[in-house]
């Protein structure tokens, strides 16, 4: 059986423009596939902060009444119809990844990100502060306060650079 030799002409292999052409797929796509997998994990921890809001919110809540009360855990106590934080001050609690209260964070650790400690690492911040409304919710009524709680991720983020969900609602 006699074998054909390939023509001097006709040669195997990828010519330099189906080369550069390939080169240039590669270099449009591959930079896609990696935006896809930064936003997905964006989208990942947007969900897992809302989420852990759930566990966050009331305990931010929680922490208002007691300081109402007298008892506040982290902050200073404060009475009924007063806005708070007062001044410079930072009303602002670290939160584990499971929606935990590590404790009050301070301002400076606030604006330029923390992480906690080993042994009781932070994930979100979350920042409290009421202000009185206007007029009264009803006529005759109480004036309340409109308080906002935010809850900022990823905590050992700068303050700026953080994502943040807040949340409303209104108190005496």
């Known amino acids: 059986m006699k074998i054909p030799l390939p023509s001097p002409t006709r040669r195997s292999g990828a010519t330099l423009v189906e080369a550069v052409i390939a080169v240039g797929v590669l270099a449009v796509a591959i930079?896609?596939?990696?935006?896809?997998?930064?936003?997905?994990?964006?989208?990942?921890?947007?969900?897992?902060?809302?989420?852990r809001s759930n566990w966050i919110v009331p305990a931010c809540l929680a922490e208002i009444d007691a300081s109402r009360a007298g008892k506040p855990?982290?902050?200073?106590?404060?009475?009924?119809?007063?806005?708070?934080?007062?001044?410079?001050?930072?009303?602002?609690?670290?939160?584990?990844?499971?929606?935990?209260?590590?404790?009050?964070?301070?301002?400076?650790?606030?604006e330029k990100g923390t992480?906690?400690?080993?042994?009781?690492p932070v994930r979100y911040?979350?920042?409290?502060?009421?202000e009185p409304e206007s007029e009264p919710a009803a006529p005759g009524g109480p004036l309340l306060m409109r308080t906002t709680i935010a809850v900022e991720y990823p905590a050992a983020a700068p303050a700026e650079k953080r994502e943040r969900i807040e949340f409303h609602t209104r108190i005496p």
Request: charged share 15%; net charge negative.
């Open 73 to 110: 855990a982290y902050f200073s106590a404060t009475s009924s119809g007063q806005p708070f934080p007062d001044g410079n001050d930072l009303w602002a609690i670290g939160f584990t990844a499971e929606g935990r209260a590590v404790g009050k964070v301070g301002k400076s650790d606030y």
């Open 115 to 120: 992480r906690g400690s080993t042994t009781n």
């Open 125 to 130: 911040i979350a920042t409290l502060s009421a």
């Open 31 to 51: 930079p896609l596939v990696f935006g896809t997998f930064v936003e997905s994990g964006k989208v990942g921890m947007s969900a897992e902060a809302e989420t």
